[in-house]
């Protein structure tokens, strides 16, 4: 019997960072949970950070996933919304490595064409896939939708990026 292997897909960001719990247990993938973590645009940047620091470890303490995947930052025409993600990103890496947890990164149309099978698909096309992988799937953001589809990514990618402990 092949035993469950929890995954948490991470979507950082500094305002919100979506967060999806997946259970694989062979190739079949159970919905375990989805959400939201925020911080408030009118704080200073190092209060957002340990908001998000906060936010991200108390998912980590109530699901407790053997692997977590996180996307990572494309770069944009604004060098300081780049930077800014870059900074969610960091801790949304340090937060698992803290509790010695392997961590993954894709970049976003790696995760897009594993799930939806072509790397420029729109929100809804992911949205759409996530909901078709993970029938009792909710979630109430296109960030949590998101990280739900870096879960899935690395369900499926997982074999090929031999994981180690930090």
């Not at 979506?18 to 704080?43: H, P, Q």
Request: aromatic letters at 4%; proline letters at 4%.
């Amino acid at each position: 019997m092949n035993q469950a292997v929890r995954i948490i897909g991470f979507d950082p960001g500094l305002r919100r960072t979506g967060w999806g719990a997946i259970e694989m247990v062979s190739n079949r993938l159970t919905f375990v949970g989805s959400g939201l973590i925020t911080s408030n645009n009118k704080d200073e940047l190092a209060i957002r950070l340990l908001d998000l620091h906060t936010g991200i470890m108390k998912v980590l303490e109530q699901y407790t996933p053997d692997e977590v995947a996180v996307e990572q930052t494309f770069v944009n025409k604004d060098a300081g919304a780049t930077l800014k993600l870059g900074q969610a990103r960091a801790v949304a890496l340090l937060a698992p490595a803290q509790l010695h947890l392997p961590v993954a990164e894709y970049a976003p149309n790696a995760v897009k064409k594993t799930v939806v099978g072509v790397g420029h698909a729109d929100k809804n096309q992911v949205q759409t896939m996530v909901k078709m992988l993970l029938p009792k799937a909710t979630f109430d953001s296109e960030d949590a939708a998101d990280a739900l589809a870096i879960a899935i990514c690395h369900a499926h990618q997982r074999k090929a990026n031999k994981l180690k402990f930090a």
